[in-house]
């Protein structure tokens, strides 16, 4: 019984990936245990957590994996800011600062909770581990073949564009981008003009681009993008990333685009800085999109191989991923469910399992763990009562749904992205327009202008939205949107973004409580809404303290469990 643990950390989203045989078997976040959203830093909780459960120690590991070569991205990046000393000070400074608390000691604060031997430890390049967790989610079938994988990133060891191609156990880089140029800190900078935050708002900018008018497109084109496929350069006088830990946008965007906008501003829906932020989310969306699309067309050119990845943060841009799968040249495309940085933990255990000359791993499940749920203990009995046993439940909450209750969900082990998919998620009847605004404005106190997310079943999905069979396993996680169809009933529009787009969730396990409950009620309720089980700003629920807290705040009253249905106690 040995062990491979892949290991996420000290930038954002910090995870730990668990194998077991070969087997993916956990996928714990950071910010599950520490309760703090985008938990960064070494995930020391998450490491103690599985090595209390497993008994984790240097007899029963074969290798610890962390995601990225920590000295390689800290270099890069601190050469060049010495390159201009005099504007990149601050940032130089920061550099130099991370140096004594960042990922450089991993192996230091690794061994105070486990110690293990260090030819265990292994340190895979950045973009390879988003690259090889995509790999992860691939059809089994095409595993072994000749794959593409791009990698759309931020920064990871001072890449932010990366090109692999993976056949069996081999895997060459066809080519790579390296920062400042980077499509991921361009999004981010615009994120940041308008008032979200940076790697927690960019979901939100998308959002917005429904709203606007390209009407900044040109002008971005011309003046801060140079487009030579598959490269590209940014115009860094427009931006402060590269200089600044404090800003993403120089004072040239400034004069050119006006006074930085809050994102207080926006949620009234109108108003000169919601159309400035709406038209210049639109813009940057579809530079974004043109950037991805003409990179994958060119690499796919150029090699021939047309079954294609796509991964690193960019590819949690949903819009964007809708866009590339329209690629007449794509044969089959994979967006994994946790393309990000959380989710390159997975990539990395991946390149620990593959060095030893052993197949990829091959996921088709989206939960692991387990339920942190006790159902007999005296705490959870005292914040919950139960309504009816599991096996006696589907009565009264059909009745529940049907009259309009919002209904908490926590089923088995967790979601392995950063979106609810049924086992941790808020759900409603989507044909209860008061109950659908009732749990984004009121419950999640969600912005008016940010999509809701419907669940179904196959055959629903694909009677009223445009489903693309390329990528359809993608659907499965909600990787990307689609278009709703001109027949689309009236009753579900309030799933629908204002410009008729929706992520859609399609739900095909058969042992699904949620799957049970639709094919129950086909005809009656064919489609829920999902959004994730948290208060805004929170992460997702872990235990059973989590969802009392939650609930509380939120004013729900039930929950559905592995053990049945259940009311909060006052």
Known sequence: MNYILGVSGYFHDS???????????????????TRIKGSRGFPIRSLTF??????????????????EKPLRGWALTTYNSLAKPKRSFDLLRSQIKQFWSGPIHFAGELKKVIPVSENKLIFVPHHLSHALTALAFAPSQLQNNALLHFVFDGIGDGNTTSIFITQKNNA???????????????????????GFLVNEGEYKLMALAAFGKPVYYDFLKEHVFNIEVPKFELDMSWFDYDVSP?????????NKFGPPILEDELNKMNGDSFQ????????????????????IEWAIKETGIKNITISGGVAQNSLAMCSASKIASIASLTIPPSPGDSGAAIGAANFAKMMSGSKSIHCRKIFFGHSQLDFESALFQDMFCQEKSFTHMDEMLDDLISSGEIICCYFGGNEIGPRALCNRSIIC??????SVQALNLEIKKRE???PLAPVMLRPVAETWFEINQKVFDCYRWMALTTMAKEKFPVKYEAVLHVDRTAR???LDDEMHPLYNFLRRNSGKIDMLVNTSFNVAGDPIVFDAIDCYVNMSRLGANYIITDNGLYSLRP
């Open 246 to 254: 404090e800003r993403s946008y120089s004072d040239k965007w400034i």
């Open 15 to 33: 995870s730990v990936c668990l194998l077991k045989n070969g087997q993916m078997i956990e996928f714990v976040k950071e910010e599950s245990l």
């Open 276 to 295: 400035r932020s709406a038209d210049l989310a639109l813009s940057s969306q579809l530079i974004l999109e043109e950037v991805v699309n003409s990179t």
């Open 504 to 506: 859609v969730q399609i």
């Open 172 to 194: 060459r880089i066809l080519f790579q981008q390296d920062f400042p140029h980077s499509l991921g800190l361009f999004y981010s900078a615009v994120t940041d003009y308008c």
């Open 50 to 67: 599985l090595t209390t459960k497993y008994g984790l120690c240097d007899d029963n590991i074969d290798y610890i994996a962390f995601y």
């Open 429 to 434: 009847a989507a044909n209860n327009e008061k």
């Open 448 to 450: 008016g202008f940010r």
